[in-house]
């Protein structure tokens, strides 16, 4: 078969250390996935996904090179939403693990490459194949000391007629492989970041209100951990014994405005995050609901401390709506709730110190 001039494009995100404990490598899972999904769902220029290689994509397109502009309005596209997103684990971050605390350090770069391109079937997949493919992913490890460009091989600007007109800063250079010498031009993107705004969001902050009940427990773990157990998802049906189920989305870690529905009783209670803070090394984490009725909305509040070496805990249920019928109503509730967040407290006391490893 003949080959086919065709566009390769990888975008390729780095900057995570190497982590040792198990929720560091979960989450930098996570982060990376969400970012990926991120890069997937902004493509424009109707390329194919070959591969998803690790941190990177693996784009190409047969017999069309997208045009100078086309190219630059995808490079920026990408790299702005994913500096957007970023902020999210700047601004609105519950977990403290060294994956998402360093997340907002992750650096992205873009790879395009252009040439006569093989496939290779195998079963019923159809992949790019030969030294193209091999071309583009040396040109991944090259000797460009910056962290975030896009970088366009020969093949590529070759095929245009004219200079790339762009207010980045642009260099030519050229890299030594087993191929041979590779010259290329790159961008460097750093100034794009200043175009990358937070996402907009409804965040609820939680109200300064005296609490319907608080309990409080010591547990004999760092507070990290436990912060990390209440509110992780994952862990909720250990230690919540009320809940028959937890429903979440389990590629996204929670963070400020997530949502996750609890089934109690058989009944649906849908819930956000809205609040989180590291006040002198006082953690503290708040979820809302709608769905109780004469209390709603409804806060359940965290707090995580250190004290003499244990975790000191509290938790309290807070009820926004301060109406007659839930003044009423509120001293029936004080003791049957303060039971409970009790039990819940001693539930989590078991499942840290007995049955919970960090590593």
């Not at 609820?204 to 547990?219: H, R, V």
Request: proline share 4%.
């Amino acid at each position: 078969m003949e080959k086919q001039h065709s566009f390769i494009f990888l975008p390729d995100i780095s900057g995570f250390t190497e982590f040792v404990s198990h929720t560091e490598v979960e989450h930098s899972k996570h982060i990376i996935a969400e970012l990926l999904e991120l890069l997937i769902d902004n493509e424009e220029l109707g390329l194919t996904l070959a591969e998803i290689e690790g941190d990177a994509l693996f784009y190409y397109k047969t017999e069309n090179v997208p045009s100078p502009q086309e190219l630059m309005n995808q490079v920026e596209k990408m790299y702005v939403k994913f500096h957007s997103h970023l902020k999210l684990y700047e601004t609105q971050r519950i977990c403290k693990c060294g994956a998402c605390r360093t997340a907002t350090n992750l650096t992205l770069k873009f790879i395009a490459h252009a040439g006569p391109l093989d496939f290779i079937q195998i079963k019923d997949q159809r992949k790019p194949y030969g030294k193209e493919v091999i071309t583009a992913h040396r040109l991944m490890k090259n000797t460009i000391t910056i962290d975030d460009y896009l970088l366009l091989s020969e093949g590529v600007y070759n095929q245009w007629t004219g200079s790339i007109t762009s207010p980045l800063p642009v260099q030519n250079s050229q890299s030594e492989y087993d191929l041979g010498i590779v010259q290329y031009q790159f961008f460097e993107l750093t100034s794009l970041q200043e175009k990358a705004k937070l996402p907009a969001s409804e965040i609820i902050t939680k109200p300064d209100i005296p609490p319907l009940a608080t309990s409080e427990i010591f547990i004999d773990k760092d507070p990290s951990e436990v912060f990390e157990v209440i509110t992780n998802f994952q862990y909720r049906l250990d230690w919540n014994k009320g809940l028959n189920d937890i429903e979440y989305d389990k590629k996204q870690i929670n963070r400020v405005g997530s949502k996750h529905r609890c089934i109690i009783n058989g009944k649906a209670i849908d819930f956000e995050t809205i609040h989180n803070a590291d006040n002198d090394g006082i953690l503290a984490y708040s979820e809302r609901t709608t769905d109780i009725p004469f209390l709603k909305p409804f806060i359940t509040s965290f707090q995580v401390e250190n004290q003499d070496g244990k975790s000191k805990v509290s938790v309290s249920g807070i009820a926004e709506n301060r109406s007659f019928l839930t003044r009423l109503l509120s001293p029936l509730f004080r003791k049957k709730m303060k039971a409970q967040l009790e039990k819940t407290l001693v539930a989590l006391k078991t499942f840290v110190e007995v049955d919970y490893s960090i590593t």
